[in-house]
Antibody, heavy 122, light 107 residues
Framework: EVQLVESGGGLVQPGGSLRLSCAAS????????MHWVRQAPGKGLVWVSR????????RNADSVKGRFTISRDNSKNTLYLQMNSLRAEDTAVYYC???????????????WGQGTMVTVSS | DIQLTQSPSFLSASVGDRVTITCRAS??????LAWYQQRPGKAPKLLIY???TLQSGVPSRFSGSGSGTEFTLTISSLQPEDFATYYC?????????FGQGTKLEIK
């Protein structure tokens, strides 16, 4: 079964750090670009970050630039999001997602994890 | 950044109704548009990509159309499981923005 499973969420104080993981199974992880998307409580979806298939290229939303780092370990079929200098406004469910046909008109996020909740509060 | 505006934001309808949701982009995005369904407490699910291509396994009552700056998602005959929130997303350029969502509720 094609699956993404996130972990690592929790409660953290403002200014703190957290690392999210996303374990992939059922597909060739090393061939796919991957993304993180977040959703604040009761709000819409917001794109956060992406990484190419071999990890050599990344891109972040302006709101997390300089604070969040996306990475991957293809030997472990795992995607990561290192989050530093966390703020209250980073409180959200974080989803990892696989993109297919990246860069083409057929591109879309076809597989999503179940999400992991990050709460930034003192 | 490309802004996506969905209308309406809320929609009340009955089982069997035909409904249409519109997504307007602030600049042309060709057909680089996807639609997702999200049920409460669940992850988004891909419905449509490339503006009009139905994802495998998605019922044929869902359809998409449009290109450039205006797009629509149509559900031809609402079923009970279709009551959810729907999002459009542009994949033309970074950041990959989403519309604000359309919540479809039972009348």
């Amino acid at each position: 079964e094609v699956q993404l499973v996130e972990s690592g969420g929790g409660l953290v104080q403002p200014g703190g750090s957290l690392r999210l993981s996303c374990a992939a199974s059922g597909f060739t992880f090393s061939s796919n670009w991957m993304h993180w998307v977040r959703q604040a409580p009761g709000k819409g979806l917001v794109w956060v970050s992406r990484i190419n298939s071999d990890g050599s290229s990344t891109r972040n939303a302006d709101s997390v630039k300089g604070r969040f780092t996306i990475s991957r370990d293809n030997s472990k079929n795992t995607l990561y999001l290192q989050m530093n200098s966390l703020r209250a406004e980073d409180t959200a469910v974080y989803y990892c997602a696989r993109i297919v046909w990246s860069g083409s008109p057929w591109a879309a996020f076809d597989i999503w994890g179940q999400g992991t909740m990050v709460t930034v509060s003192s | 950044d490309i802004q996506l505006t969905q209308s309406p934001s809320f929609l009340s309808a009955s089982v069997g109704d035909r409904v249409t949701i519109t997504c307007r982009a602030s600049q042309g995005i060709s057909s680089y548009l996807a639609w997702y369904q999200q049920r409460p407490g669940k992850a988004p699910k891909l419905l449509i990509y490339a503006a009009s291509t139905l994802q495998s396994g998605v019922p044929s009552r869902f359809s998409g159309s449009g290109s450039g700056t205006e797009f629509t998602l149509t559900i031809s005959s609402l079923q009970p499981e279709d009551f959810a929130t729907y999002y459009c997303q542009q994949l033309n350029s970074y950041p990959y923005t989403f519309g604000q969502g359309t919540k479809l509720e039972i009348k």
